[in-house]
């Protein structure tokens, strides 16, 4: 189970996003943008995708001049782009979420069917009986869907499509969050795994 481990008197809390007032003055502490406070609190409120790495966008904002004379690939595909069986992986859609991020493979998993019919899909139980594939559909146990973004993410950094973001950090995201409860993206700040999930979806169309 994880557990969170914080003194108060030292460092800034990531901050709720069900409490726009207290979050901005918590954001404004911890040198956050508006552009961050509104991508974590809603992406449909931004005009565009993030593109930049959550350390680069809590320091530096959300502008391109703060890319250099490149910008990186800002072009994320969504989950439902990914599971739909025409588009082309990047990797094998056999491998497991657990062959590619922090837990245990699971055991006595259920059984998958040959197909499912219409909106119908395999319910693994878990991430550790979970291939990618599955977490693309919302999953009883994938809280916030972080899973879920959390795939397409990999899937978009694999075909080269993110370029502000690699394996190691979305590996850091998962394990930081399951061993601890949250995500540390700059010293001193903390994501919960609401916010984590609102990030991964605001870098994907």
Same mark, same amino acid.
């Given at each position: 189970m994880a557990t969170e481990h914080q003194d108060n008197d030292k460092i800034e809390t990531a901050p709720s996003l069900t409490k726009r007032g207290a979050a901005r003055r918590?954001?404004?502490?911890?040198?956050?943008?508006?552009?961050?406070?509104?991508?974590?609190?809603?992406?449909?409120?931004?005009?565009?995708?993030?593109c930049r790495a959550p350390s680069g966008s809590l320091s530096n904002g959300l502008a391109t001049s703060h890319y250099g004379t490149k910008a990186p690939a800002c072009n994320g595909l969504s989950p439902g782009y990914w599971k739909q069986p025409q588009h082309a992986w990047p990797v094998s859609r056999d491998l497991k979420f657990t062959d590619v991020f922090y837990g245990t493979p699971g055991t006595n998993c259920p059984v998958r069917a040959a197909s499912y019919d219409g909106d119908k899909c395999y319910r693994p139980?878990?991430?550790?009986?979970?291939? =990618?594939?599955?977490?693309?559909?919302?999953? &009883?146990?994938?809280?916030?869907?972080?899973?879920?973004?959390? @795939? #397409?993410? /990999? %899937?978009?950094?694999?075909?080269?499509?993110?370029?502000?973001?690699?394996?190691?950090?979305?590996?850091?995201?998962?394990?930081? =969050?399951?061993?601890?409860?949250?995500?540390? &993206?700059?010293?001193?700040?903390?994501?919960?795994?609401?916010? @984590? #999930?609102? /990030? %991964?979806?605001?870098?994907?169309?």
């Open positions: 918590r954001l404004a502490k911890a040198g956050m943008g508006a552009g961050v406070l509104a991508t974590l609190e809603s992406k449909s409120a931004m005009a565009s995708m993030v139980g878990s991430y550790g009986c979970a291939k =990618l594939e599955d977490m693309l559909n919302p999953q &009883p146990f994938d809280t916030n869907n972080v899973g879920m973004h959390l @795939v #397409a993410a /990999y %899937l978009n950094v694999q075909q080269k499509l993110v370029g502000f973001l690699d394996l190691t950090d979305l590996q850091t995201m998962w394990s930081e =969050l399951q061993t601890t409860g949250r995500y540390c &993206p700059t010293a001193g700040v903390y994501w919960d795994n609401a916010q @984590v #999930a609102n /990030y %991964l979806a605001s870098i994907h169309d």
